[in-house]
Every structure is written in structure tokens, then in C-alpha cells.
């Protein structure tokens, strides 16, 4: 199995940046996906942004030209660049992975707090 661990949310106001991070750790060789949703209060959880299994990146459109997700192979670690924050990014950040070991596995991490002041 694979293990995350997330780091980098907290206390920005409007227009400024963060960035998360989620490291890995495990299983990692059989990562097929990996990437960042999030969940407002009273809302359903989102896809922010993610790598495919193909390699290539999907963005909300909420985000797009805001937000990079970037990765470093060696570190097994995950990253979310976010700029040009908004209140509405506020929310809780999951970091989250696709894999094929042991019959497959859809892992959460436990999630980051990212708030947005206006």
C-alpha cells in the first residue's frame, strides 16, 4: 500500500500563495494517478488538479492559470502551486492516489486546511 503525507496549508489572504505539498511513500512504484481535490463546507469534494495515468494534467477550471501541480519523481512528492488565491479556494485540501497493487487502491490523505481571507 501507499502512504501520504500532506504539508503546506494554512492562513493567506486574497491574492496571495501557498503551496502543498504530498509526499508519498510505500508502494509507490504502482502509482497510476495522483493528484488534489478539495472540499468547501457544505459542498462535494472536487478534483483541483491531477496527473493521469497517461502522465498529462487535469484542472478545474476554477483554477486554471491559478493553480500548477507539479511533481518530483525522486521524492516521490507531489506539489500544488496555488496563486492568485481566492475566499472561494477556501477549503480542505486531500491529496489523493491511484494505484494497481494488491487489486488496485484509491488512497486519501488526510487533508490540509487552506483559508482564504478577503
Known amino acids: 500500500q501507499v502512504q501520504l503525507v500532506e504539508s503546506g496549508g494554512g492562513l493567506v489572504q486574497a491574492g496571495g500563495s501557498l503551496r502543498l505539498s504530498c509526499a508519498a511513500s510505500?508502494?509507490?512504484?504502482?502509482?497510476?494517478?495522483m493528484g488534489w481535490y478539495r472540499q468547501a463546507p457544505g459542498k462535494q469534494r472536487e478534483l483541483v488538479a491531477a496527473f493521469t495515468s497517461g502522465g498529462s494534467t487535469n484542472y478545474a477550471d476554477s483554477v486554471k492559470g491559478r493553480f500548477t501541480i507539479s511533481r518530483d519523481n525522486a521524492k516521490n512528492t507531489v506539489y500544488l502551486q496555488m496563486n492568485s488565491l481566492k475566499p472561494e479556494d477556501t477549503a480542505v485540501y486531500y491529496c489523493?492516489?491511484?494505484?494497481?497493487?494488491?487489486?488496485?487502491?484509491?488512497?486519501w490523505g488526510q487533508g490540509t486546511q487552506v483559508t482564504v481571507s478577503s
Open positions: 489523493n492516489v491511484e494505484g494497481w497493487w494488491v487489486g488496485g487502491y484509491n488512497i
Open positions: 510505500g508502494s509507490t512504484f504502482s502509482i497510476n494517478a
